[in-house]
Each structure stands twice: as structure tokens, then as C-alpha cells.
């Protein structure tokens, strides 16, 4: 059982460069969110969607657009980099009634 | 706005002993707690939950306080093992517990465990 899956693990983008986070689940969770994770700052929620279909701003939406494509898929895509959004960026998704998220494994991401 | 704190960056403590992480929140509205364990290189994984009914919850090694009228919750980590060493995450939900409702994480704690 793969869980949460993100695609790729790393990337190095020049600035201004555009890109998408690929992000899967196989649980049949509802819920599905996008964080990134700075020194210092914690995990701050970038976008969410509570089902197929929806999408909501989080905390910091900023230069990102998502894509809730399907209920396993949710995309995360910046349309013009900047160094601002270097960072690691972390897929997670819920199910109904759940008390707790489950997270992918992570994407570094470099824009220089 | 940090809304869920964790005022100290790392901590140190010998194999054995115990580990106590902290964690305070301002936003009343929460109402649901949760520690997250996070390895280099790894996502997070959760590790224990509690909800604002309960003052305490325990799973093995692992007891979580809540202290509602003080807005502070706390990890308890007895007796602690190498393994242990990681970052630890606070997280706060509303409305009864995480589903539809977005996680709100704190900045993390490093914990070391010295052999």
C-alpha cells in the first residue's frame, strides 16, 4: 500500500520557471492538502480541498495554483518561480471521520 | 499569527530519561491536538492525538497532556530511545478533529537522544 505518493523529489528551477507537483494517494481519502515546510516556520498550508472538486486557500496560496484532477490526485503548480518558494513541499491527505493527515515524502524544491 | 507555538527549537535529553516537548495555542476554537514525528528526508508521521475532552492520552512510551485553561499541551516520551530523534510537531485542528478541517502546525522541536 503506496499511501501518499509525490512526484518528483527533487527539482531545481531557474527563477521565473514554471512547474507542477504531482501528488497521489491510494487510501480513498476525501481530503487532500498541500504544505510547505521552512526553517523555522513549521508546515504553513498552502492550498487544501475537502473533496473532488473543490479547492480553498490556505495560510500561503501565493504564487501557487492546485488541481483537484480526480479524488486520488491533487496537483500543485507554480506558474513563474521565485526563490521566495524554494522549500520543501509536503502532500498529505484525510479521510472521512479520520483524526490525523497522512504525508508524502516530500518535495525539495530549489529556484535560484 | 503563530497559532500553535513550540517555543523551543531543540532539546537534549539522555537515553533512558524522559523527554518533554511543549506546545502552546492561542486559538480557542481548537479543539483537537496532534503530534507529528518527522525524520530527515521523510514526511511526517503521526504519532498521537488528543481531543479538548480529555486531559490526557496515552499510547505506550508516548503520553500527551492538555491543559485547556492554559492553552498548553505537552509530549511526555518515557523512558526515551535513540530512535526518538527527530523533529516533533504540534498541530491543532477545529470543529472536531481533522477530516475536512486543515491542520495548523507548530515550528517543531528537534529532539536529540544521547546514548
Known amino acids: 500500500n503506496a499511501g501518499v505518493t509525490q512526484t518528483p523529489k527533487f527539482q531545481v528551477l531557474k527563477t521565473g520557471q514554471s512547474m507542477t507537483l504531482q501528488c497521489a494517494q491510494d487510501?480513498?481519502?476525501?481530503?487532500m492538502y498541500w504544505y510547505r515546510q521552512d526553517p523555522g516556520m513549521g508546515l504553513r498550508l498552502i492550498y487544501y480541498?475537502?473533496?473532488?472538486?473543490?479547492?480553498d486557500k490556505g495560510e500561503v496560496p501565493n504564487g501557487y495554483n492546485v488541481s483537484r484532477l480526480n479524488k486520488r490526485e491533487f496537483s500543485l503548480r507554480l506558474e513563474s518561480a521565485a526563490p521566495s518558494q524554494t522549500s520543501v513541499y509536503f502532500c498529505?491527505?484525510?479521510?472521512?471521520?479520520?483524526?490525523?493527515?497522512?504525508f508524502g515524502q516530500g518535495t525539495r524544491l530549489t529556484v535560484v | 499569527d503563530q497559532q500553535v507555538k513550540q517555543n523551543s527549537p531543540s532539546l537534549s535529553v539522555q537515553e533512558g530519561r524522559i523527554s518533554i516537548l511543549n506546545c502552546d495555542y492561542t486559538?480557542?476554537?481548537?479543539?483537537?491536538f496532534l503530534w507529528y514525528k518527522k525524520y530527515p528526508a521523510e514526511g511526517p508521521t503521526f504519532l498521537i492525538s488528543?481531543?479538548?475532552?480529555?486531559d490526557k492520552n496515552e499510547d505506550g512510551r508516548f503520553t500527551v497532556f492538555l491543559n485547556k485553561s492554559a492553552k498548553h499541551l505537552s509530549l511526555h516520551i518515557v523512558p526515551s530511545q535513540p530512535g526518538d530523534s527527530a523533529v516533533y510537531f504540534c498541530?491543532?485542528?477545529?470543529?472536531?478533529?481533522?477530516?475536512?478541517?486543515?491542520?495548523?502546525f507548530g515550528t517543531g522541536t528537534r529532539l536529540t537522544i544521547i546514548p
Open positions: 498541530a491543532a485542528s477545529g470543529l472536531g478533529g481533522f477530516g475536512n478541517e486543515k491542520l495548523t
Open positions: 480541498s475537502a473533496s473532488e472538486g473543490t479547492t
Open positions: 487510501m480513498n481519502h476525501n481530503s
Open positions: 498529505a491527505s484525510s479521510g472521512r471521520g479520520d483524526t490525523e493527515a497522512f
Open positions: 486559538n480557542s476554537m481548537f479543539d483537537y
Open positions: 488528543i481531543s479538548s475532552i480529555k
